[in-house]
């Protein structure tokens, strides 16, 4: 499958620990995209990564969540102290050109 | 800051019927408009991408319209099946940034 992976699919955790998701974007694509759904929204933007440089990053990104993308290949989100609120589906996504964002499945964080 | 609205929010039709959503969003600051198809336990799938007013694109069943000047997108499905059950999501780019602007999405459901 030459598709986008993320990794973990499902992870619980309790309130208070730090979690650390990855993403494997499609290989030859530059650019990669952090989203997260939280229930009943649609997908909101966190962050954008071209090649290693992280480039745009959103407001909801508050200083308990990074996001990394070492030498441009993967990129993980690391969410610390994590809150209920973070309950979310984590979606990434990949592109080569800035049209078309190529998905993963996501994966989805349930805090306790 | 994009706003995209969709309608309806969820929708059963009959295996056999004809169907359409509609997406809305201000027609400044518009650069493309993207349809995605995402069923449950599985990644986003890109339907369509779409730039000038008037553009319509169809890829089977699917098909669907963009005017820019009124600030709204249709996406239609002809004949629907049971593997047409998704949620259908339209999300935005703006001109001078990469990120996606989504809207809340239109479940759709299938009845055999």
């Known amino acids: 499958d030459t598709g986008v992976s993320q990794d973990p699919r499902h992870k619980i955790t309790k309130r208070g620990q730090n979690v650390t998701f990855r993403c494997d974007p499609i290989s030859e694509h530059n650019r990669l995209y952090w989203y997260r759904q939280t229930l009943g929204q649609g997908p909101e933007f966190l962050t954008y990564f071209q090649n290693e440089a992280q480039l745009e990053k959103s407001r909801l990104l508050s200083d308990r969540f990074s ?21 979310a589906m984590y979606l990434c996504a990949s592109s080569l050109t800035p049209y078309e964002q190529y998905f993963g499945p996501g994966t989805r964080l349930t805090v306790t | 800051i994009l706003n995209v609205e969709q309608s309806p929010q969820s929708l059963h039709v009959q295996e056999g019927d004809s169907t359409n959503f509609t997406c809305s ?9 993207h349809w995605y198809r995402w069923e449950t336990a599985k990644s986003p799938e890109a339907l369509f991408v779409m730039t000038l007013n008037g553009d319509e694109k169809k890829k089977g069943r699917i098909s669907a319209t963009l005017n820019t000047k009124e600030g709204y997108s249709y996406l239609y499905i002809k004949g629907s099946q049971p593997e047409d059950s998704a949620t259908y999501l339209c ?14 999405g239109t479940k759709l459901s299938v009845i055999p």
């Open chain 1, 67 to 87: 996001a990394e993308r070492p030498k441009g290949s993967f990129s993980t989100l690391e969410i610390q102290r994590t809150e209920q609120g973070d309950s």
């Open chain 2, 25 to 33: 969003f201000p027609s400044s600051n518009f650069y493309a408009l």
């Open chain 2, 91 to 104: 999300a935005l780019s703006g001109a001078g940034s990469y990120q996606l602007t989504f809207g809340k």
